[in-house]
Nanobody, 115 residues
Framework: QVQLVESGGGLVQPGGSLRLSCVAS????????MSWHRQAPGNERELVAK???????TYADSVKGRFTIIKDIYENTLYLQMNSLKPEDTGVYYC?????????WGQGTQVTVSD
């Protein structure tokens, strides 16, 4: 139902920052869960951060203290602010919109943290 368009990925040095954006085609105010996942080459897609309809936020242990998820209901946009980036943060980052029945994904945006 909802379309998600991601942007903001790119090449960055270790210790640098990136801000990812995910623009939704409809309101995200009442969405049960909005999330960011990532997938490194050869690995499974893993949860990075999520925010519930009630405002509860969860981060993966590997990104706590470095990443921040932001839900902008006025612009129907989900953000992921990534600071102090590490090479192991490299991967394709996807935004997700979840109801009780299904999850919709964006196409993903590549993040590469180089030495």
């Amino acid at each position: 139902q909802v379309q998600l368009v991601e942007s903001g990925g790119g090449l960055v040095q270790p210790g640098g920052s990136l801000r990812l954006s995910c623009v939704a085609s409809k309101s995200i105010y009442n969405v049960r869960v909005m999330s960011w996942h990532r997938q490194a080459p050869g690995n499974e897609r893993e949860l990075v951060a999520k925010i519930t309809r009630g405002g509860s936020i969860t981060y993966a242990d590997s990104v706590k203290g470095r990443f921040t998820i932001i839900k902008d209901i006025y612009e129907n946009t989900l953000y992921l602010q990534m600071n102090s980036l590490k090479p192991e943060d490299t991967g394709v980052y996807y935004c997700g919109s979840s109801s009780l029945s299904t999850r919709f994904w964006g196409q993903g945006t590549q993040v590469t943290v180089s030495d």
